[in-house]
């Protein structure tokens, strides 16, 4: 798996309403780091902030400079993880009164002020329209912004190039996560600007394929159950054996998500062990 690409460009303008600077914050989870987008023809609305790496505010600065760009009107956050929300201060250092906005919902600790945007909002920039659309599943804050223009939807942590999503266990759910991804099936998207990794040009095949890649998971966690795989290291071993053991510790909160949501739909039964991981089985 190649998800960290050091050659990833730091910055680029993959079309005429959309750039992007990177987080510069490269890691297992990150992949190159966080995409951040500005979108608009002038006085662009910043999507995501990245994780609050020093250097990230001066290559944004060129990069609003080359663009002929002064400053970002505004910026809205898909959620509230860290490498997405972490550059709020930073950026608000170098551009006073900057306005920030996400969903708040379970919040604490939030940058202020912040404003509350919500699903069924609209957020106008300089030729552009944004519709936030609330996507719960990796976390229960979550908003992709669907842009009119283009047909595109920035879909922060819901949807990767070149990598699938993890459902933490505590704020995921892994229902919530299959109804945002059909919810995302049900828009017109040509194309999908993904918080990591590089643009996805085919965006109906990709959500088909995270669609299909959960389902297949969710087999595979039955199918452990059934073999006598009883615990979720036993079965991360199993369904996760060609991803590196680096890895597996997200991996295990997917699959903690998969069972939570299989409990829930009356299919395998949580037996807690002291000291000791869960033993699963099916009911
Ligand atoms: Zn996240």
Request: net charge negative; aromatic share 6%; charged share 25%.
């Amino acid at each position: 798996m190649s998800f960290i690409d050091h050659e990833f460009p730091r910055t680029a303008t993959p079309s005429p309403l959309v750039g992007r600077v990177l987080g510069l914050n490269p890691g297992m989870m990150t992949g190159p780091g966080t995409n951040t987008y500005l979108v608009g023809r002038r006085d662009p609305i910043l999507i995501d902030t990245g994780a609050g790496v020093p250097d990230y505010v001066p290559l944004m600065e060129r990069y609003l400079g080359e663009r002929g760009f002064s400053q970002p009107a505004r910026v809205v956050l898909t959620h509230r993880h860290r490498d997405h929300m972490g550059g709020v201060d930073q950026l608000r250092a170098r551009f006073r009164g900057l306005a920030v906005a996400k969903m708040i919902h379970k919040d604490s600790g939030l940058p202020e002020p912040i404003d509350d945007l919500r699903d069924g909002h609209k957020v106008e920039g300089e030729g552009v329209t944004l519709l936030p659309i609330h996507t719960p599943g990796h976390a229960s804050d979550h908003l992709c912004y669907y842009l009119v223009e283009e047909r595109a939807l920035f879909t922060g942590d819901v949807i990767l190039g070149g990598s699938t999503t993890v459902i933490p266990s505590e704020d995921g759910d892994l229902a919530d996560y299959m109804d945002s991804l059909r919810r995302l099936q049900g828009l017109d998207v040509r194309r999908i600007y993904p918080a990591h990794g590089p643009v996805i040009e085919n965006a109906p095949a990709k959500i088909q394929e995270y669609i299909d890649h959960r389902l297949l998971r969710e087999r595979q966690v039955l199918e452990a159950l059934g073999d006598g795989l009883l615990t979720i290291p036993a079965m991360v071993e199993r369904i996760y054996a060609q991803v590196p053991k680096a890895l597996h510790a997200p991996a295990a909160m997917s699959v903690e998500s998969h069972l939570k949501k299989l409990r829930r739909d009356g299919r395998v039964r949580e037996t807690v062990v002291k000291d000791a991981p869960s033993r699963w089985e099916l009911a």
